[in-house]
């Protein structure tokens, strides 16, 4: 778990990050939600180091990341898987090389272990045999998965994922999601993403944080975010056509009511779905 306790963070006289509590969940994927400038990424920054908070705390496994000297925040750096945009892969490298890189950095194993390591994690991305290939040569679903071999080749306890799905059609977004979702719960990893795709929001919300102009402004999985009266998150999210008729889906199955609105087109959606939305009653 990470537990951040009250974190702030400004540049020059601008504050940004006004005070964030929350706890980051093991096992599941917590996403970071909010507008464009809200300080998602400015959290990000802080909490794998990349930004030294004004004040606050950040424990990882109750270690404060924020106080240890050098030498103890490389251990837990040892614990940090991370997954950037574009996925950050080195052009001039293999597929192997890339993977074998973190190792190199953190580990004295030999070569022979560091690539059966890399064969394993490879395999666990799909990705039998791609160890020669050049970035250049790969999709970029295919990218994201090496991306995702490095991130989790040194077995880490917390893996940051930034933008997943950015440049990937909708389909490879959902199987990268799907992939992020079963390697957090299959090795029990916090992994934080932040996102702003509201199929993933959906599909892997175990845990969301909503942002808003630095703050923690709501907390909750993909079920409450659809019943939700947060008036700032509702504005936020029906922003999105996909999230607005996955409520009225939502709302439709649990209460067979759709939400009066003038503005949703969820009865045009109702007469064009291809199954029948609630069932025929029996009587
Ligand atoms: N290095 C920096 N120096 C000064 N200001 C910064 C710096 N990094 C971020 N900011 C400011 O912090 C605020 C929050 O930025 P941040 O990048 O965290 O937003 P975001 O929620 O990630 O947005 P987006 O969704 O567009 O990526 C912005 O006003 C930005 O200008």
Avoid at 102 to 115: A, I, Q, V
Avoid at 218 to 243: C, P, T, V
């Amino acid at each position: 778990m990470i537990e951040i306790k009250d974190l702030r963070k400004g540049f020059d006289d601008k504050a940004v990050l006004k005070g964030v509590t929350v706890n980051m969940n093991p096992g599941m994927c917590n996403l970071i939600i909010g507008s464009s400038g809200s300080g998602k990424t400015v959290f990000m920054k802080c909490l794998v180091g990349l930004f030294q908070p004004d004040s606050g705390a950040i424990l990882y496994g109750g270690r404060d990341f924020t106080r240890l000297s050098v030498e103890d925040k490389k251990e837990i750096r040892k614990e940090i898987g991370m997954l950037f945009q574009g996925s950050a892969l080195f052009s001039s490298m293999t597929v192997e090389e890339n993977i074998i890189f973190p190792l190199d950095m953190f580990t004295d194993w030999d070569r022979s272990k560091k690539l059966d390591r890399v064969n394993e994690v490879l395999a666990r991305v799909n990705l039998n045999g791609a160890n020669k290939k050049f970035p250049a040569e790969l999709s970029g679903g295919m990218m994201k998965r090496v991306g995702i071999a490095r991130a989790i080749v040194l077995n880490p306890k917390y893996l940051f994922v930034d933008e997943p799905n950015s440049g990937l059609d909708p389909q490879t977004s959902g199987l990268i999601d799907k992939l992020i979702k079963e390697i957090t719960e299959e090795f029990g990893i916090t992994t934080i993403i932040n996102t702003h795709d509201m199929n993933s929001v959906m599909e892997i919300g175990d845990h969301i944080v909503y942002m808003y102009q630095g703050e923690k402004e709501w907390e909750g999985n993909s079920k409450d975010i659809i019943f939700s009266k947060n008036e700032r998150l509702n504005n936020f999210i029906f922003a999105s056509d996909f999230l607005k008729d996955a409520k009225d889906m939502r709302m439709l199955e649990e209460t067979g009511n759709i939400p009066s609105s003038e503005d949703r087109n969820i009865e045009e959606m109702i007469r064009n779905a291809e199954e029948p939305l609630i069932p025929p009653s029996s009587e």
